[in-house]
């Protein structure tokens, strides 16, 4: 146990503690000191640009991958998924993986939002806007903790290439999409989205480690 636990603080806890203070000072940069250097002066205008692009078929599209990124959403998938994983691997191993990457994302998405206070862009809002700063995207990076976990666990279990490729198109392409529907909505800026694909990075950490048990 005791090994289980050191091993998790060293492939967890550190990381996620060391990339919050990379995420916190990141914002700082972006909305307090390089807020008037380009490309941070053009996003307003990309923001308005995307706004003033509106059409009732890209707005069904972008309420889909929203939705795929939805707090609820995400929570049932990760059940579903490494309860799946247990099942058929009879093993802890890949779903507690999958949950650790998933909830150290929000954790660090949540703790950066308390830190970093940015409004939403001066748009109209498709969604309601949460009680959260703009910085970093909540649903992207719940995105690419998910959807890039799920997709790296069927690639390391399919064994033919072309497997491997297809899963990782589909499910690569999830989060890309919502990143980018959650511009068009208007509820981020672009740098918002574009920091949101490093929130569950060290997390990775974990994957082939010994850290988990294997039955």
Known sequence: MSDFAGQVVKRVLVPVALLLAFMVLLGVLVTRVLDRVWPFTVED??????????????????LVFSTLASTQVIVLVTAVAALVLRLVLHRWREPLFLC????????????????????????????????TSSFPSGHTSAAVALYVGIALLLALRVGSTAGKVTWWALLVLVPVGVALTRMYR???????????????????????GRCWTEH
């Open 45 to 62: 205008a990309v923001n308005r640009d995307l706004a003033a692009d509106r059409t009732g078929g890209w707005n069904d599209v972008s």
């Open 100 to 131: 650790a990457a998933v909830s150290a994302q929000a954790l660090v998405f949540l703790l950066t939002t308390m830190a970093i206070d940015r409004r939403r862009p001066a748009v109209e809002q498709m969604d309601v806007s949460p009680p």
């Open 186 to 208: 208007g509820m981020h800026h672009p740098s918002d989205v574009v920091a949101s694909f490093v929130t569950a990075a060290p997390v990775w950490r974990s994957w082939p």
